[in-house]
């Protein structure tokens, strides 16, 4: 079966979402004197972080082999699960950066690209449940 459009899209956008996210992560992790990283190396060695962050785009290149290119229904609903605890941690950054709330602590730039990743994110999530998505996940589509 062919992908459908909006699979397409969701790959375009989900992609998009994990390439903003990596350059932002880097950017919050490493392009400016960071106190938690400074703790991490120190605690426990520097290949803490890095590591973190290359198991979190393994794990989002997984999920998105499976939805785009295997249909995986298991693997969408848990994208729309780790999307919706996104959704509630893009909505305390934002509230952070318009408030001041531990400023201290945040890299504008590196909050900006994450605010941007999540939009991307967003916008991906919706591509699922576009009317020609029904069959490429074999779900049924629903009577209007």
Same mark, same amino acid.
């Given at each position: 079966?062919? !992908? $459908?459009?909006?699979?397409?899209?969701?790959? =375009?956008? &989900?992609? #998009?979402?994990?390439?903003?996210? @990596?350059?932002?992560?880097?950017?919050?992790?490493? *392009?400016? /004197?960071?106190?938690?990283?400074? =703790?991490?190396?120190?605690?426990?060695? $520097?290949?803490?972080? $890095?590591?973190? @962050? #290359?198991?979190?785009?393994?794990? =989002?290149?997984?999920?998105? &082999?499976?939805?785009? !290119?295997? #249909?995986?229904?298991?693997?969408?609903?848990?994208?729309?699960?780790?999307?919706?605890?996104?959704?509630?941690?893009?909505?305390?950054?934002?509230? *952070?950066?318009?408030?001041?709330?531990?400023?201290?602590? !945040?890299?504008?730039?590196?909050? @900006?690209?994450?605010?941007?990743?999540?939009?991307?994110?967003?916008?991906?999530?919706?591509?699922?449940?576009?009317? /020609?998505? $029904?069959?490429?996940?074999?779900?049924?589509?629903?009577?209007?």
């Amino acid at each position: 079966m062919n !992908r $459908p459009a909006s699979i397409v899209r969701f790959e =375009q956008f &989900y992609l #998009g979402h994990i390439m903003v996210g @990596l350059v932002g992560s880097s950017v919050a992790l490493f *392009g400016s /004197d960071n106190p938690a990283l400074a =703790q991490a190396n120190e605690t426990v060695g $520097p290949w803490l972080l $890095p590591s973190m @962050l #290359g198991l979190g785009v393994l794990a =989002q290149l997984l999920l998105w &082999y499976f939805i785009s !290119r295997k #249909g995986a229904v298991v693997a969408k609903w848990l994208l729309v699960a780790l999307a919706a605890i996104n959704l509630l941690g893009a909505a305390f950054l934002l509230f *952070g950066l318009v408030t001041g709330f531990g400023a201290e602590s !945040r890299s504008l730039v590196g909050s @900006l690209f994450s605010l941007g990743a999540s939009a991307l994110l967003m916008a991906a999530v919706s591509m699922m449940f576009r009317p /020609d998505t $029904p069959a490429w996940f074999g779900e049924t589509a629903r009577a209007a």
